[in-house]
């Protein structure tokens, strides 16, 4: 079962699609046709690309007129910064929503809730990231929002890994993690983009692999002496 975008429910209320691009919904009815559009792109994204994601197809799945997709977005363009919009919100929350369990906590197992949090975040907007990578040849700013995330989840990750790592040699720490963090975001965006394999973005290996990476790296980073 694909995964859903968490921000994206017949719940949701007329804020969650205060977006630039976006015409504004205060009917129901409306609101669910222009969360129903959303959905439906973010799906139709995990298998094909922005270039090849056709307005009719995607009004013709949700059971829409392309009248009805224009009155709501000013274009496609609009349309895809809204699922970008949306993505990185969702990212955002997500980072916000990492806590650390208990003082005690070992630095094996943030790792692992740190990694699966960022995996489970790719996974659910999997075909939109990719779009916006792929997108980027073209239009570099788009991926901006992204890169800030990026950069926002190591700063955030750090003041939680940093007790686990012992007293001492702060800096250098604080360097192995954002090195550390560099090397994982690496990784994803290169099998968000091209599943090279041996690993998959769905394969749970990937998260216990790539937390088992990081561990190793800060763990190196651990034993080193502390200077004289």
């Not at 090849?52 to 009155?71: K, N, P, R």
């Not at 895809?80 to 990492?98: H, K, S, T, V, Y």
Request: glycine share 8%; charged share 25%; net charge positive.
């Amino acid at each position: 079962m694909q995964a859903r975008m968490r921000p994206f429910s017949k719940e949701s209320g007329a804020r969650d699609l205060d977006l630039p691009g976006v015409a504004p919904s205060r009917q129901k009815r409306s609101r669910e046709t222009t969360l129903a559009l959303l959905r439906a792109g973010a799906d139709m994204l995990r298998t094909r690309s922005l270039a090849e994601l056709s307005i009719e197809a995607l009004c013709t799945e949700v059971g829409a007129t392309v009248g009805a997709f224009y009155s709501r977005f000013e274009s496609k363009e609009a349309y895809f910064n809204a699922l970008m919009a949306l993505a990185a919100r969702d990212g955002e929350q997500r980072l916000g929503d990492i806590r650390r369990p208990s003082p005690d906590t070992s630095l094996d197992k943030l790792c692992h809730i740190i990694i699966s949090g960022i995996i489970g975040w790719i996974r659910n907007h999997e075909g939109v990231l990719r779009a916006a990578l792929q997108h980027d040849d073209t239009r570099p700013d788009k991926w901006t929002p992204f890169k800030a995330l990026a950069k926002a989840t190591t700063m955030r990750a750090t003041p939680l890994l940093l007790p686990a790592m012992g007293k001492g040699r702060k800096a250098a720490k604080t360097r192995a993690i954002a090195i550390g963090f560099q090397i994982v975001l690496g990784t994803l965006v290169n099998a968000i983009l091209n599943d090279p394999g041996p690993l998959s973005l769905r394969s749970k290996e990937m998260e216990t692999r790539l937390a088992g990476c990081l561990l190793l790296l800060l763990e190196a980073e651990v034993g080193q002496p502390t200077p004289r």
